[in-house]
């Protein structure tokens, strides 16, 4: 079954302690993508991978890091988490074209992140 | 950079109507747009894409349109039902890879 899995599904931590958050696709994707979404703001995008060895910010990318290793895993890391980043994180996988852009994105269950 | 602008109001319909959502952009017409549906506490399901060059597109009861003039994608739910409860998300690549969401329109169907 395609499918974009994410571990851990809910997450209570303390600030400043670090964490990693892990996505894996298994639909052969060049580009996979992390947002978090809070309410009344959306979905807004951390961190983005067009292929292996490739990663770009998104609009909200402080505080996070990521990397991009192997084509099917695309791990979030938050080297010391702060209560402002309390929220609901999503990974997403998509193709792309030839053109250089994404196509239908497939995504994860959600990770709920509480930070203290 | 784009902004994506959807109803911030829920929209409340009787079953049977057609529900009608909007999704405006402020910058210059993206290659293509995105909708999907949302569930609580559950991610993103894409539902259709529609192209700068495509006026309108159809699945089953769904139908999403394209209007570059007015900088604005219309999304249709025809015959509605309860089971299309759900916030409605438009979205937009700006091209390679930086993906903006709208907030999304929360859709209520009543029995």
């Known amino acids: 079954e395609a499918q974009v899995t994410q571990n851990p599904r809910y997450l209570i931590t303390v600030t400043g302690k670090k964490l990693t958050v892990t996505c894996s696709q298994n639909?052969?994707?060049?580009?996979m993508s992390w947002y978090r979404q809070d309410p009344g703001l959306g979905l807004r995008q951390i961190y983005y991978?067009?292929?292996?060895?490739?990663?770009d910010k998104g609009d909200v990318p402080e505080g996070y890091k990521v990397s991009r290793k192997e084509k099917r895993n695309f791990p979030l890391i938050l080297e010391s988490p702060s209560p402002n980043q309390t929220s609901l994180y999503f990974c997403?996988?998509?193709?792309?074209?030839?053109?250089?852009?994404?196509?239908?994105?497939?995504f994860g269950p959600g990770t709920r992140l509480t930070v203290l | 950079s784009q902004k994506i602008e959807q109803n911030s109001e829920a929209l409340n319909i009787q079953e049977g109507k057609t529900a009608t959502l909007t999704c405006n952009y402020t910058?210059?017409?993206?290659?293509?747009l995105q909708w999907y549906r949302q569930d609580p506490g559950r991610g993103p399901v894409f539902l259709l894409l529609?192209?700068?060059?495509?006026k309108e597109k159809r699945k089953e009861r769904l139908k999403v349109t394209f209007d570059t003039t007015l900088k604005q994608s219309l999304f249709h739910i025809t015959a509605s039902q309860p089971a299309d409860s759900a916030t409605y998300l438009c979205?937009?690549?700006?091209?390679?890879?930086?993906?903006?969401f709208g907030q999304g329109t929360e859709l209520s169907v009543k029995p």
């Open positions: 997403a996988s998509s193709s792309t074209t030839s053109g250089g852009f994404t196509d239908t994105q497939y």
């Open positions: 639909m052969n994707h060049e580009y």
């Open positions: 991978s067009m292929n292996v060895e490739v990663t």
């Open positions: 910058n210059y017409s993206p290659a293509y």
């Open positions: 529609i192209r700068e060059n495509e």
């Open positions: 979205a937009l690549d700006e091209m390679g890879g930086k993906l903006i």
